[in-house]
């Protein structure tokens, strides 16, 4: 069922039911409104923001500095200003930055993994993930595999095997499964820091250059009227369509999320648009 949209829409031009078409207007329009409104361009903008609760956490928990810079700000400033250390790969595990990055990640994104001992347990699954150079490689690449993808998601968001995994399993009773948070971690680094797209940088390019797409509630809640209206089907129940319940439950599988990248990928082929054009319109507007 489509909520409220919570960005102004009589600029854009929509389809049935009142959903946003997936345009490349569009995109442009609701970028400029995210750009131009305080309330949604928080990050982009270099303002913080968070519960200060949050913001209290990042700066009693990280030590690498800069505690108050947004996700976007953080990742360009560790890009461009840490001069000890000049291999990105090598920066980017040292000390706490793994943590810092989910802090922000958990506060700017909604993420809800949960309490700091969760997130510092998340950081150390992470960083164990990394610590492989062919999930590295992964992760810095401009063009990896849809099933590449996949196999460093799920070992991020997988604890059955981690010796954090009685840390991990449980949060108020439910358990967690981390395929938002993978997903987000994985879109922002190989965006914003491996592939040099960061919206600080002068070569910036708003329509996205990573392969990564962003599993979110959000996403999962509107993408099947899109898939619908493309005639894209469920690749789990033949000649069906893809519902929400179909959709939620790809983060309990193993192959999830490639199966989700399939579904992004036939809608870019569809609408011509970027992975980040996608999100950008469906996201926003409905977030």
């Excluded at 829409?9 to 490349?24: M, N, Q, R």
């Excluded at 491996?194 to 990573?210: E, I, M, T, V, W």
């Excluded at 959709?247 to 989700?260: A, I």
């Amino acid at each position: 069922m489509k909520k409220g949209l919570t960005v102004a829409t009589s600029g854009l031009t929509c389809g049935v039911e009142g959903f946003p078409d997936l345009t490349k207007n569009n995109f442009v329009k609701v970028n400029n409104d995210i750009r131009s409104n305080n309330k949604y361009g928080r990050g982009l903008l270099g303002e913080s923001f968070g519960e200060p609760a949050a913001i209290e956490a990042i700066n009693s928990l990280c030590k690498v500095g800069q505690y108050r810079r947004t996700l976007v700000e953080y990742l360009y400033w560790l890009k461009t200003g840490i001069v000890t250390i000049n291999d990105k790969q090598k920066r980017l595990i040292d000390d706490n930055v793994i943590c810092d990055i989910i802090l922000r990640l958990d506060v700017e994104n909604s993420t809800n993994i949960g309490k700091n001992v969760t997130l510092l347990a998340m950081s150390k699954i992470i960083l164990k993930v990394l610590s492989s150079s062919s999930h590295m490689s992964v992760l810095s690449s401009s063009a990896p595999s849809i099933s590449e993808m996949n196999v460093l998601v799920w070992q991020i968001c997988d604890t059955h095997d981690s010796a954090y995994a009685s840390i991990l399993s449980h949060y108020d009773g439910d358990p967690i499964h981390a395929m938002s948070l993978a997903s987000k971690f994985c879109y922002y680094l190989n965006e914003w820091y491996f592939l040099d797209n960061n919206p600080f940088d002068a070569s910036y390019d708003p329509n996205g250059k990573s392969l990564f797409s962003i599993y979110d509630s959000v996403l999962c809640s509107h993408l099947p009227h899109y898939l619908d209206f493309y005639g894209i089907s469920s690749t789990t129940c033949k000649r069906s369509k893809v519902s929400e319940h179909q959709l939620t439950k790809l983060k309990h599988s193993q192959t999830g999320y490639e199966t989700y990248l399939g579904y992004i990928d036939q809608l870019k082929k569809m609408t011509h648009l970027t992975s980040h054009q996608i999100d950008q319109i469906i996201w926003w507007c409905f977030r």
